[in-house]
């Protein structure tokens, strides 16, 4: 499957962040892109401001607040917001279609901000039949291989009230073959997940609060999963799930 995941953490950047001026309040940001997303941070400041159009499909969440005035007043098909368990507030996220240039018109003393994932191609239905194409990179041979560390870390040092295992069980160092970070700073680390047919993902999990993206990798026809983990019988904590906006099937 190949999907996306933001997530809120302390790192190191690893790319240099790309400036699209846009007006005297507003900013855009392309932290990553290749032939398939877009990763955009946006920031429009109070007062108003016109907005650029988004040419593509999209999934846009904040892990924060937004001020008085911050929704865009031109014309988006939007889904509703999915929230994280229990209902709360952040982060969140939904899903929109094309947009066109808009209108924001800022209150308050402080700046709207969030991240926004462009799909410059929906996988939608026709992952299943064009995964090889389409990501003959992602499901080459890994390019770090490590052992699997099974059960050698359950009873390590807790990393966090919300995260109660060894740090060891991050994504990235326990199943680097599974987890490709393409854009990584201070607050934020977008990774890309792909596991081969047949595959067995190394025991690990996710430390931070995140959003997945999907157009269609997540879940494909035909694919089945088995999973193994720490606590038996324990799942993944999700919330809320947003559905497409009206009309396409993803993504979601």
Known sequence: MASWQFRNMIAVGLLLATTVPL???????????????????V??????????????????MSDAAWPTGAEQLGPADKSASALP??????PFCYTQGPSSAATVNVKGDFPQHYYRIDYKRVDGKGYA?????????VFGAPTKVVADPGMAYAKGKPFSKAWPFD????????????HTARYQDSHIDLLEVAIRPGETEHMHGHPYASVYADDGG?????????????????????????????????PI
């Not at 740090?167 to 599974?178: D, E, G, K, V, W």
């Open 167 to 178: 740090f060891h069980y991050n994504a990235t160092t326990s199943a680097p073959a599974n």
């Open 129 to 137: 039949a064009n995964w090889r194409a389409w990501y003959s990179d």
């Open 23 to 41: 007006a005297a309040n507003a900013a855009e940001k392309v932290l990553f892109e290749d032939g398939h997303i877009r990763f955009v941070e």
């Open 85 to 90: 368990p229990g209902n709360q507030p952040f």
């Open 43 to 60: 920031i429009n400041r109070p007062g108003e401001t016109q907005v650029a159009a988004v040419l593509f499909s999209s999934v846009v």
């Open 218 to 250: 997540f879940q494909p026809d035909g694919a089945i999963y088995n999973n193994a983990t720490l606590i038996p019988g324990a799942g993944p904590p999700w919330g809320k799930m947003s559905g497409p906006p009206t009309g396409p099937n993803f």
